[in-house]
């Protein structure tokens, strides 16, 4: 595999990390309201999560091409993408586009091994 190509795999700490914040609030609306209100919150909740959350394409791989350049594979659709600016929050890394139609995303830490993790990390502090 190429220096440059990035094999994103599904986020389980990114779906844990959904499910603690989830669960934290909960927790604070279960000290807050009555249980009735509380319950219609739940499923209020768990209904969003479903309808959209759930929904998001996956990306599948980022391939460094020249500068800023990236093309990015995701529903087996590549699109040619450039790079405005990145943010590394050490266990996930998040890439800004250009063009505002295209969302930014989130790699988190355990979408790649770890050795492309460390090399996809000094890529995104050249950008």
């Known amino acids: 595999m190429d220096k440059s190509s990035f094999q994103l795999k599904h986020s389980y700490l990114a779906l844990m990390f959904h499910l603690c914040v989830f669960a934290v609030l909960m927790a604070v609306l279960y000290a807050l309201l009555p ?10 909740g768990c209904i969003i999560y479903a309808l959209f959350y759930r929904k998001k394409p ?32 050490q266990a996930y890394i998040v890439v800004y586009f250009q063009h505002a139609r295209t969302k930014p995303i989130i790699v ?4 790649m091994p770890f ?12 950008i």
């Open 58 to 89: 996956q990306i599948s791989s980022l391939d460094y091409l020249d500068g800023k350049e990236w093309t990015l594979s995701a529903s087996g659709a590549k699109h040619r993408v450039q790079i405005s600016h990145i943010i590394d929050h």
């Open 35 to 44: 249980l009735a209100l509380w319950g219609v919150f739940f499923c209020l």
């Open 108 to 111: 988190w830490c355990d979408q």
């Open 115 to 126: 050795r492309q993790w460390k090399s996809f990390k000094v890529l995104a502090k050249m």
